[in-house]
């Protein structure tokens, strides 16, 4: 059997990062097997309809690396993909339920409903209610008529009671469902569009789907689906479900949401997303460092277990090694740390004319002149490269840790100045810049020694007067290995950085 698996989203806004997981999931599986991936569009509720949310979709899976064989923005022998485009189909099907006394025409109002629900709470519209409502079960053929063309009317689906429904999913292993439970679902709404329940179906069947992956929260509405597949007589062709686990809060405390993330500070949505209605604007994994693979190579392991140590895969280890079989039940922790963690070890397997690349693009974006005078300079971008690549976590780090080696710090730490900028550690400095000064080389190991030495001489240990060199070639107490960005500054603007700062914070400390 060739295996065909669908990721169907609904446009009702972004894409949340578990979808992206199922749809990487629904990928891994077809890839394995050969197989063919699907995008369909669940657009049948229109009241929920968010414009720009099915290009956002198309735009995230394009930027993951997740490809289609067939689908919306692809085509495919079962066109059309977005199922408003494919209302006359259910309808037909509908009424072949209908026709085979599966279905029925319910026409309660608002009301009715209310009515219904007020003398007995939480109940639901099935066996033990349908007979009190007016619908094709209670009320005369000539009733139904007149009001079939007269009255706004669902179709809803028939669930007999007092029999269990079996499902062997196969994540979850067997799951047993009485229909007492069950209520009747709507399958066409009063304005023509079928119901995910029958449109799933219907179409899960004439695309010849073999495997549905799926988030956990869809598992309740399994049971209907397999009454569905039974009332057709399909049932030989229904295909293998497996719901995958929640992504939990990072403590593993309840479901991820975006407000978990929002509180801490960490994106939700592979891209930027802006809400059309409400104008809020939330920021995407890409916009924020991450890259494609990495993050992809996170979500796989969020639920699935290869069985073995290993964590960082490549796309084609990670297609050969997946199965659902290894897929857990319980939910995973979503840790945005981990996540870095990914997208930084992957930056160090980049080759270096990559990671220049993303130097350079910094340069030009915030000065054409900055980086013009840069180009000129390959081996200091090679070393800057050299010295952060085990440091950065996104490819805007090269950037904002790389900047130092660039521009000449204005303002310096205050914290860091008045407990490490001693007037010991001045004179020693002030040795420092006239020794360098009359040096005609400099390496990371020659400034290095020339520094000691100068040390040793006044009788100071180099650990004493570390932090304020720091403090005047950077501004500040973090950075780069400091001999190395010594090397990389040059002799002439090392002395002048030194000289500036005692210019400067001579005066602040006086």
Not at 17 to 39: D, F
Not at 334 to 358: C, M, S
Not at 406 to 426: C, H, I, M, N, R
Request: aromatic residues 10%.
């Amino acid at each position: 059997m060739k295996v065909r698996v669908r990721f169907a989203p609904s446009p009702t806004g972004a894409l949340h990062i578990g979808g992206v997981r199922t749809a990487l999931y629904n990928y891994l599986l077809a890839r394995q097997t050969g197989g063919t991936m699907i995008l369909r569009i669940e657009d049948t509720d229109q009241q929920r309809f968010v414009p720009g949310a099915e290009q956002y979709i198309l735009d995230a899976l394009a930027w993951a690396g997740i490809k289609l064989d067939e689908g919306v923005s692809v085509g495919g022998p079962y066109a059309p993909y977005r199922q408003s485009e494919r209302k006359e189909i259910y309808r037909a099907h509908a009424q072949q339920l209908v026709d085979s006394g599966y279905a029925y025409y319910a026409f309660d109002t608002e009301e009715d409903l209310g009515e219904m629900r007020r003398k007995k709470p939480n109940a639901q519209y099935d066996a033990s209610t349908r007979q009190q409502m007016k619908n094709s079960l209670t009320l005369p053929k000539d009733a139904v008529s007149s009001l079939l063309g007269n009255k706004p009317f669902v179709i809803r689906m028939l669930v007999s009671a007092g029999e269990t429904i079996h499902l062997n999913d196969i994540i979850r292993g067997e799951v047993s469902v009485m229909s007492s439970q069950l209520d009747d679902k709507v399958l066409v709404k009063s304005d023509g569009m079928p119901t995910y329940h029958l449109a799933n179906v219907v179409d899960d069947r004439l695309m010849k789907i073999t495997h549905v992956i799926r988030g956990e929260e869809w598992l309740p509405s399994a049971p209907h689906h397999i009454l569905l597949y039974r009332f057709f007589g399909w049932e030989a062709e229904m295909p293998r479900f497996a719901h995958l686990p929640l992504l939990l809060k990072p403590d593993g405390n309840g479901k991820l949401s975006k407000r978990d993330a929002d509180k801490m500070g960490f994106p939700i949505f592979p891209l930027n997303w802006t809400d059309p209605n409400s104008g809020e604007a939330s920021a995407g994994f890409r916009e924020q460092g991450y890259l494609p693979w990495p993050l992809l190579n996170f979500l796989a392991l969020l639920g699935w277990n290869p069985g073995t140590e290993q964590e960082i895969f490549t796309p084609e280890e990670l297609v050969r090694s997946f199965s659902l079989d290894r897929v857990n039940k319980a939910g995973a922790r979503f840790d945005i740390h981990k996540a870095q963690w990914f997208n930084q070890r992957y930056l160090r397997t980049l080759p270096d004319e990559k990671l220049v690349g993303y130097l350079d693009e910094a340069l030009n974006r915030t000065s054409a002149s900055l980086w013009e005078t840069t180009a000129a300079e390959p081996e200091k971008i090679r070393k800057i490269i050299a010295v952060l690549k085990d440091r950065v976590t996104f490819p805007g780090d090269f950037w904002e840790q790389g900047k130092l080696f660039f521009l000449a710090p204005t303002q310096y730490d205050e914290a860091a100045v008045s407990k490490k900028w001693t007037g010991e550690a001045a004179a020693l400095l002030r040795e420092f810049q006239k020794e360098a000064l009359a040096d005609g080389h400099w390496t990371s190991e020659q400034a290095k020694n020339l520094f000691e030495i100068t040390c040793a001489r006044k009788r100071v240990k180099p650990g004493q007067v570390l932090a304020a060199l720091r403090i005047a070639l950077t501004g500040g107490l973090s950075g780069p290995d400091l001999m190395q960005t010594m090397e990389i500054l040059g002799r002439q603007e090392t002395t002048r950085r030194i000289g500036k700062a005692l210019e400067v914070l001579t005066v602040k400390t006086t």
